[in-house]
């Protein structure tokens, strides 16, 4: 985005975001383990009642970090449109999530990761705050969520 380009009001900003969480594949992941050691990787997601819903092995690096750590960050790899989702998150077993919520995977990837051997682990990730901008014109007014409420609604 050129830096000549008026910046998005805070209601298109959400707006904005609210359109990527629907049709984005993949989402950045950033963990860390109990030293503190960063972890990194993109997974496929599913926005769902309000919430972004991961789903990988709870052994690996990642679904072990996840569920210990209780926090993650979350980031779109685009660089000229920055959303960053700071979050809380809640584990859950493969037979513990709603047909609705797990659904929501193979609607949009033809994918069930219940279906995994073993089944993969779920987490929901509840947005506690949200940046978002297209560059430095548009840094001041980036935060669209504080402590998991809209500052407006789009």
């Known amino acids: 985005m050129a830096t000549n380009e008026p910046s998005r009001t805070l209601q298109q900003r959400t707006h904005d975001v609210l359109g990527r969480l629907e049709r984005e594949m ?3 992941v950033a963990s860390a383990d109990a030293d503190g050691v960063p972890y990194l990787v993109p997974l496929w997601f599913a926005w769902h009642e ?3 819903w991961l789903s990988t092995r709870a052994t690996n690096p990642t679904g072990r970090n996840l569920r210990d750590g209780g926090r993650t960050r979350l980031a779109f790899a685009d660089t000229q449109d ?3 989702i700071d979050g809380d998150v809640e584990t859950y077993a493969a037979h ?3 047909e609705a919520t797990a659904g929501t995977f193979g609607k949009k990837y033809g994918w069930d990761p219940r279906k995994q051997d ?3 682990t779920f987490f929901k990730v509840r947005p506690r705050g949200i940046q978002a901008w297209h560059g430095e014109h548009e840094l001041s ?3 669209l969520m ?9």
């Open 82 to 84: 920055v959303v960053l």
């Open 118 to 120: 073993p089944p993969y």
């Open 146 to 154: 504080r402590v998991g409420v809209w500052v407006v609604e789009a």
């Open 50 to 52: 309000r919430a972004v």
């Open 26 to 28: 993949d989402v950045w």
């Open 141 to 143: 007014g980036r935060t």
């Open 96 to 98: 513990e999530v709603a």
